[in-house]
């Protein structure tokens, strides 16, 4: 079974565009969460999705954003880029009962200059 | 609000050492999930553990050991006779109904472990 992938591996973008990263969660897996990862304030929980409907957001501002497809793939979308925004990007997909493990994907590394 | 604490930032021990990781959390939920995740380089996420609240039985899967112990909130992680490919970033998480749901992983701030020949 093909484990979460997430495209692109690697971005660089200018303060003030806007990017979009994709995830494509394991088959079968209907539950996809973002967390953020970066040196100073480590991992932290952006959103989750479940069969196409935002189930829960964390404390990120409203440039932060993401949608999920009916094939369970999911997108994330960062607008107005800020320097800070740089971090590693972490898709994770889950099938199952609640609180089941999270499977995660390789990430995308955001550098915003 | 949920916390969890590693700690210790960063181990560095010779092969075939002991090595333990402590976490300790803080929740006021009765019913939560505990979690170890490794990172290795390549930078994706790896489940290792989950244990529930109401389940305080250690557990040993080869050479890792799982102590939890809900008198100390504390869920620590020990690996026997280390071996250089257990170098990686170790994370404690915690996952509870009234923080959000089962997808909320609060994470600890890591440990890096790095084994030495």
């Known amino acids: 079974k093909a484990g979460v992938t997430q495209t692109p591996r690697y971005l660089i973008k200018t303060r003030g565009q806007q990017v979009t990263l994709s995830c494509s969660p394991i088959?079968?897996?209907?539950?996809v969460s973002w967390y953020q990862q970066t040196p100073g304030q480590g991992l932290q929980f952006l959103f989750e999705?479940?069969?196409?409907?935002?189930?829960n957001k964390g404390n990120f501002p409203g440039r932060f954003s993401g949608r999920q497809f009916s094939n369970s793939r999911s997108e994330m979308n960062v607008s107005t880029l800020e320097l800070g925004d740089s971090a590693l990007y972490l898709c994770?997909?889950?099938?199952?009962?609640?609180?089941?493990?999270?499977?995660f994907g390789n990430g995308t590394r955001l550098t915003v200059t | 609000a949920q916390k969890v604490t590693q700690a210790q930032t960063e181990i560095s021990v010779v092969e075939k050492e002991d090595v333990t990781l402590d976490c300790v959390y803080e929740?006021?939920?009765?019913?939560?999930?505990l979690f170890w995740y490794k990172q290795p380089p390549s930078g994706e996420l790896v489940f290792l553990i989950r244990?529930?609240?109401?389940?305080?039985q250690n557990e040993i899967s080869g050479r890792y050991s799982w102590n939890f112990q809900k008198s100390t909130s504390s869920f620590n992680f020990t690996i026997t006779a280390s071996q250089v490919v257990d170098s990686a970033v170790y994370f404690c998480?915690?996952?509870?109904?009234?923080?959000?749901?089962?997808?909320?992983?609060?994470f600890g701030k890591g440990m890096k472990l790095t084994v030495n020949p």
């Open positions: 994770a997909s889950r099938g199952g009962q609640d609180y089941s493990p999270l499977h």
């Open positions: 088959s079968g897996h209907r539950s």
């Open positions: 999705y479940f069969s196409e409907t935002q189930r």
């Open positions: 929740t006021r939920d009765t019913t939560y999930y």
């Open positions: 244990r529930n609240s109401f389940d305080e």
């Open positions: 998480a915690l996952s509870g109904g009234s923080q959000g749901g089962s997808e909320k992983l609060v």
